[in-house]
């Protein structure tokens, strides 16, 4: 009998081993300044054997004018992909409905058609959230139908139509100077130097770092993203914690929008195109992972930058608009699979 | 005995896993055209044995004989050729293509190179369906469409097909109401007649009784017994399952039952689940929802804490009617619950352990919209140095933790939520003893603490040795209550079976 209360009592050891790699957990924190160096390194000496220089003032200009508006989209971007929700497929369509909107309403003066562009966002995000969040739709398959529906609603609602601030305003000097102000806002330059867009880019990464870090949502949002299940047996309010996931992504969109349309002058529903893949290709290049729970601001402000340099690259190269598009979508699916790599290395919940 | 009427005979087969002998020299034979029956607690090693002969392992040590032939079972294919036919708990079936398709998978007749033989499949599948009663059916629309008893017995059709010499059922039962339990038996019976030897693997003793020859018992990975069903009755075998009583692990606790009433619940019913469900709960007691699985004792705890809804009846917390809408206004309110996979439900795995165990208490501890883990840190090391977790570590990723680490993370982050009752599930599956040691004492210190607990376990001796009192569960209904000197293995067993004093309905 004592033999076999011995049995009873003999430890079941836990064998599994399950230490996570170290190396890849470094690489998945910093390897974006990683690269982000050896890019500017690259840049370096291929301008140099261009005739030119990286550091130029005039180049440095253009890397942040160029990525001051992929980088506002990022910046909220991060948040559904950080969510667990993958990507927003209808971002590009966010835009261009912001900026359509901020134009047509450009009479009532900059200042409240600017409040449009962005209700517009804030709106679309809640919509999104809803479906996603609450009636837990396929986010990929909604975001791209709904992707659809918008651009739908803007060829019928404006008759094919693009749309000029200074057309859209009546002819007082009041219409006409919100739209002036309207086309000024990505052409302004702060002492002259740096761009506008670039330090109201720098103030949405700012602010998407502390939602990010400092608050009890971006807190929750780390959970939900890990685990949505044990989220949900932990009390928090997961519907509510991805609506306001979409929110913020859709009204930083639709901030990233109305400059685009300001700089482009034109509102239309094109505006935008493009922006789905080159805006997950920053959030993944930062190391957030595609399936949620990981990833920083931080680390996607390293994932612009990246993408912005090598763009800038290869128009020192010189290559064609096809080409480039090929290099982007070589790039897109090479970061997406080093990501779901990186994410089987670090063992998932 | 003569050989030659064995059908199986299973002689001295042991199997080790890392750390724990799961099958302990086990002789087990089984006749033709008999049904034997296979019982023992969570854990006894009844699976693992007929995993050996499923032949999912290749490293069992011991002879096996199937007809009086000597069979290696190393592979599940060798095991198929030598006759072991499985009927597992899951269905393997595929639920959206056709019944034909299913049953005859990877054996399709053909008419030549490119075409199946659709008519003659549909004939092939037919007689198939004959065997087990439905004969009726028709065997080209799709499996979900079929009820459960039919998707069952289709299985077995399935299994039928490879012409098994002995049949091996897990749990045929547990998802059929009794109608078509009996349905279920006379096919049994039929292909007992037939000289097919069956394996029936049950805890429902009315079942075994009902239907088989022949039964063993085992525990802690041994046969403990062995009896003809009809000279056997339920007490020796609850008695076999038991055993002599372990004691001595569990030290004594500490009376803390005050006569307060902390919880309460009144006719709590989710129609289908469980009904009328009256039970008061006390501070500084722990009360157990002893019932087997099924019976509705983890749907109680997911209704009562607004994750689930109820559709008749009362809560009361501290004499105040209580409905929550989500699980977070529960643990604001002060009623928490400890789910009973750690894995799926309980931990954010990829996270590191302060982010876990300060999950539930975010909100508490946030300053207007802001929030940082760091202002706590004190409160993580203070739980995890409690909970004894193992490294000490907080930032240490919680996927890096053995499994009975893992659920001490789990128990330090309901230390942390420092809730008034804390709702118990399954709270020491698949940990060492070590682990469940440190648990025990946790969860006891934390009801002498002037807090109380509700614990839902299939741990028989856990309850033994934590409960201050049982009430039973068995479908859906409450039918008895145990007090703390009633509880025992025994009288836990034969209550959630329907049996024994405390049985009062």
């Not at chain 2, 440190?438 to 607990?453: C, D, L």
Request: hydrophobic content about 45%.
């Amino acid at each position: 009998m004592s033999d076999q209360n011995k049995t009873v009592l003999s430890p079941k050891t836990d064998t599994r081993k399950t230490e996570v790699n170290k190396g890849i957990l470094l690489f998945n924190r910093m390897g974006i300044w990683v690269i982000t160096i050896a890019l500017l390194i690259l840049g370096t000496i291929i301008a140099a054997a261009n005739g030119g220089h990286f550091f130029d003032k005039s180049n440095i200009q253009s890397i942040l004018e160029a990525v001051a508006l992929y980088g506002m989209v990022a910046a909220g971007l991060f948040y559904v992909t950080y969510s667990g929700n993958w990507t927003d497929m209808s971002i590009p369509l966010t835009m261009a409905m912001a900026g359509m909107l901020t134009v047509q309403s450009i009479n009532l003066g900059f200042p409240v058609a600017l409040l449009i562009g962005i209700a517009t966002g804030l709106a679309i995000g809640m919509i999104n959230g809803f479906m996603i969040g609450h009636l837990r739709a396929n986010p990929i398959i909604w975001s791209w139908g709904f992707n659809l529906l918008l651009s739908g609603i803007i060829r019928v609602g404006w008759g094919g139509k693009q749309l000029y601030a200074d057309t859209v305003a009546k002819q007082t000097d009041f219409a006409q100077h919100s739209a002036q102000t309207f086309y000024s806002i990505s052409r302004t330059y702060i002492g002259g130097i740096i761009s506008l867009m670039a330090i109201v880019m720098l103030c949405m990464f700012v602010l998407s770092y502390i939602i990010h870090a400092k608050t009890s949502f971006g807190q929750k949002l780390k959970l939900v993203g890990s685990n949505y299940e044990a989220a949900r047996f932990s009390g928090i309010n997961c519907q509510k914690i991805v609506m306001m996931g979409y929110m913020i992504s859709s009204t930083f969109a639709a901030v990233g929008g109305i400059f685009y349309t300001a700089l482009r002058k034109t509102a239309s529903y094109e505006n935008g195109t493009g922006y789905d893949f080159t805006c997950l290709t920053c959030v993944l290049l930062g190391g957030t992972l595609l399936s949620g729970g990981k990833g920083s601001v931080l680390g996607t402000f390293g994932g612009v930058l990246a993408y912005g340099i090598l763009n800038n690259i290869l128009s020192w190269i010189g290559i064609g608009t096809y080409t480039k598009y090929a290099v982007q979508g070589m790039v897109f699916l090479l970061i997406v699979f080093i990501n779901t790599y990186t994410e089987r290395k670090l063992g998932r919940s | 005995m003569a050989e030659t009427a064995l059908a199986l005979d299973m002689r001295q087969v042991s199997k080790q896993f890392p750390g724990t002998l799961a099958v302990d020299r086990v002789d087990f034979q089984v006749k033709k055209g008999e049904i034997h029956a296979l019982m023992g607690e969570n854990g006894a090693g009844k699976s693992t044995l007929m995993k050996v002969l499923a032949g999912l392992f290749n490293d069992y040590t011991g002879e096996i004989y199937i007809n009086g032939e000597k069979k290696e079972l190393r592979s599940p294919i060798m095991a198929k050729e030598a006759g072991i036919g499985m009927v597992y708990q899951e269905l393997s079936l595929a639920r959206k293509i056709s019944i034909y398709e299913n049953l005859l998978v990877g054996r399709l007749p053909k008419k030549n190179a490119l075409f199946i033989d659709r008519k003659k499949a549909i004939q092939m599948a037919k007689d198939s369906l004959e065997r087990v009663g439905l004969g009726n059916l028709d065997p080209t629309i799709s499996v979900s469409e079929i009820s459960q008893c039919d998707a069952q017995l289709v299985e077995i059709a399935k299994v039928l097909d490879s012409h098994p010499s002995i049949l091996v059922m897990d749990e045929p039962t547990s998802s059929l109401s009794s109608e078509e339990v009996e349905r279920m038996f006379s096919i049994i019976r039929k292909l007992r007649e037939e000289g097919m030897a069956i394996v029936y693997i049950s805890h429902h003793m009315q079942e075994i009784f009902e239907i088989a020859d022949r039964v063993t018992v085992m525990r802690d990975g041994r046969r403990v017994g062995n009896a003809l069903v009809s000279e056997t009755n339920e007490e020796e075998l609850v008695q076999q399952m038991v055993g002599e009583p372990v004691k001595k692990f569990y030290g004594e606790s500490a009376n803390t039952v005050t006569s307060e009433v902390v919880l309460k619940l009144e006719d709590f019913t989710r129609w289908g689940f469980f009904h009328h469900v009256n039970f008061e709960l006390h501070k500084g007691e722990i009360l157990a929802i002893e019932g087997l699985a099924g019976s509705g004792r983890t749907e109680i705890a997911r209704a009562l804490i607004g994750v689930d809804e109820h559709h008749l009846g009362k809560a009361y917390f501290h004499g105040k009617e209580v409905n929550f809408k989500n699980f977070g206004e529960a643990i604001s309110t002060g009623i928490g619950y400890v789910t009973e996979d750690r894995k799926i439900l309980g931990l954010a795995l990829s996270q590191p352990v302060s982010d876990n165990v300060l999950s539930c208490v975010i909100d508490r501890y946030s300053k207007g919209m802001f929030y940082s883990n760091a202002w706590n840190n004190a409160l993580v090391d203070e739980k995890i140095n409690e909970m004894s977790v193992y490294p000490a570590d907080r930032t240490r990723l919680v996927n890096s933790f053995s499994g009975g680490n893992q659920q001490k993370v789990l128990m330090a982050k309901w230390m942390a939520a420092d809730v008034d009752v804390l709702i118990l599930d399954e709270p020491t599956r698949g940990v060492d003893i070590n682990a469940k040691q440190i648990i025990h004492n946790a969860i006891r210190q934390y009801v002498a603490q002037g807090h109380a607990a509700i614990i839902i376990s299939s741990d028989l001796p856990e309850i033994v040795g934590l409960a201050d009192r049982a009430v039973v569960l068995r479908e859906g209904h409450i039918i008895g209550e145990i007090p703390k000197e009633g509880i025992t293995e025994n009288s836990l067993l034969m209550a959630a079976n329907g049996k024994g004093e405390y049985v009062n309905v």
